[in-house]
């Protein structure tokens, strides 16, 4: 089992966080970790595979943001979106405590579209 260090633990969490840009920011929660994994993504394996995790969840829960989305027309997309959002801040917050103990995190639910 490789051990990881605490720098690297530390940026993997920040790039799970980072999805939380979104909340605030169209399009954040992909455009920060992916910043923040391309500038770390040569430096260690973990941080890599934890970004591309990261950012694979945030496209899927983009996706899934968008369905709701236009749901809402048959009025199921409320609660949808509703769910989407919380379900997204909770496997976030996991993910983050997961990174900061040098755990390999899944995501459920995600689309693995960055390799």
């Known amino acids: ?31 920060a ?18 970004g591309k995790e990261a950012i694979n969840f945030q496209i899927t829960i983009t996706i899934y943001a968008v369905i709701s989305a236009v749901l809402i027309l048959l009025l199921i997309g409320i609660a949808l979106i509703f769910v989407v959002g919380l379900l997204a801040l909770i496997f976030i917050i996991i993910a983050a405590i997961k990174a900061n103990e040098g755990v390999y995190y899944r995501y459920p639910l995600t689309l693995r579209l960055v390799k």
């Open 33 to 50: 970790p992916l910043i923040l994994w391309m500038m770390k993504k040569d430096q260690s394996s973990f941080i890599d595979d934890q």
């Open 1 to 31: 089992m490789q051990v990881v260090s605490k720098d690297e633990r530390n940026w993997a969490m920040f790039i799970h966080l980072s999805g939380l840009v979104g909340y605030f920011i169209p399009f954040g929660n992909i455009i």
